[in-house]
């Protein structure tokens, strides 16, 4: 159980870039980040739009002279402090991370960077050799994958309650833009332009929130063959594709499907997985986060519910508020920048820590994962290999 003690000795100077008014993401993250008191928010470059930024920066408490235009300036005038930020979030659309987190490494901070991390695996790879260099931590937000039942869907799996892995069947599909709502939401029309929002849409704007559940499920699961499916049911958002499905052929013989879509009509989210193993299924909706579903062959469906003793110690460690209470998006995304906080302290002083969260190196796979499913879609639906 949590009860808000201090996770390090001091909070972190922090700022944020983009996040700004009328943003979709940028209240998760500072919710998320100061909620603990891991995170003091300083300074920030919030806006694409300076006076805009400027003046949001100070609703938020923010001094005006750290409220930047941009982040080249903000990273170069907070060098100069003496009280000057140690990390920075970016919530920015997708064309920028790659530069903006390979400047804030460069300029020494630590980094929580949006998915998608960048654009292509050569990329992705520069920023995780420049993190080792810099030994800065760059953690990805893949929110999610902070809920409590995830751990204990893990240590369910490691445990071998299911048997030998055979399906992995996740999806996230939702219906909030079966038409072209980017007409008129600024939000979503970057989300279908190749320049900003890189080489697919729904693939890594939905499809890599599961696909790294899976991961931090299945750790010791590698994909070694792909094959991928996209349309574009809206024609204008050619070549993005508003739904895709990608088949998966796993080293250990295991299959998997995901399905990412925004034409799901009818569907809030539909962010689910399940996990079918020889003797025995797991199943998790980010809907009904609080229930992890475990169904054993032959037996009644047993509904675990999060917080409760029968969960492994380890799915337990960051309950807030006891069994029964609905946990949800925002206690997830606390305890991923609570891990990230702890991670960026650990770094500091030259350790590092023992539990998981989604670093550089799970960013570089969301990206590698998107570029192999686009490359087998392009090809009419060809199987690759995974590279
Ligand atoms: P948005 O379009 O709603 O907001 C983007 C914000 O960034 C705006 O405030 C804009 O002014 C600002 N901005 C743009 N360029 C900037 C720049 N160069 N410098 C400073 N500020 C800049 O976008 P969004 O929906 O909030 O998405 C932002 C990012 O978050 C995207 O990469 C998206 O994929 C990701 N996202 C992640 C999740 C998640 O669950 N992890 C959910 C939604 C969005």
């Known amino acids: 159980m949590y009860y808000g003690e201090k996770k390090i000795e001091k909070p972190i100077r922090w700022a944020m870039v983009g996040g700004g008014k009328g943003s979709q993401i940028g209240y998760i993250h500072r919710s998320a980040a100061m909620r603990d008191f891991n995170f003091d928010l300083v300074a920030g470059a919030f806006d694409i739009d300076p006076e805009r930024g400027r003046e949001f920066g100070k609703q938020l408490h923010v001094d005006e002279d750290r409220c930047y235009p941009d982040y080249k300036t903000m990273f170069a005038k907070e060098a100069k402090r003496q009280d000057g930020i140690q990390a920075v979030s970016i ?14 490494l460069l300029a020494g901070l630590h980094v929580v960077c949006e998915k998608p991390l960048c654009f292509t695996t050569e990329e992705a790879e520069e920023l995780e050799a420049l993190a080792a260099k810099q030994n800065k931590i760059v953690g990805v937000t893949y929110g999610y994958a902070g ?4 751990e204990e869907a893990r240590q369910l799996i490691a445990e071998g309650k299911l048997g030998k892995i055979r399906i992995v069947n996740m999806q996230f599909s939702h219906g909030f833009h079966n038409v072209a709502v980017e007409k008129n939401t600024a939000s979503t029309k970057w989300r279908v332009d190749p320049k900003v929002a890189g080489p697919s849409y729904v693939l890594g704007d ?25 349309q574009s049911f809206v024609e204008s958002r050619k070549p993005l594709e508003d739904n895709a499905m990608t088949i998966m052929e796993y080293d250990n013989g ?8 925004c034409v799901n009509c009818g569907s809030m989210h539909g962010q689910k997985i399940r996990v079918i193993g020889e003797k025995a299924s797991i199943e998790w909706w980010d809907e009904h986060p609080n229930q992890l579903t475990y169904e054993v062959q032959n037996e009644p469906v047993r509904v675990l519910e999060r917080g409760m003793g029968y969960l492994a110690p380890s799915a337990l460690e960051e309950d807030r ?11 997830a995304w606390s305890n991923l920048y609570s891990r990230f906080a702890q991670a960026m302290d650990a770094c500091d002083r030259g350790e590092h820590v023992e539990f998981w969260y989604p670093n550089v190196h799970a960013g570089a796979e969301g990206v590698r994962w998107v570029e192999n499913c686009v490359q087998s879609a392009d090809q009419g639906a060809q199987w690759v290999d995974y590279k």
């Open 147 to 150: 809920h409590q039942v995830i």
């Open 206 to 230: 939905v499809g890599t929130h599961p696909l790294y559940l899976s991961e931090v499920m299945l750790p010791d699961m590698k994909i070694k063959r792909l094959m991928c499916s996209r």
């Open 91 to 104: 919530a920015t659309p997708n064309g920028t991370h790659f530069e903006i987190t390979k400047a804030a």
């Open 254 to 261: 295991a299959v998997g499907y995901v399905w990412s879509c």
């Open 321 to 331: 508020i006891g069994a029964g209470h609905p946990e949800g998006l925002f206690e």
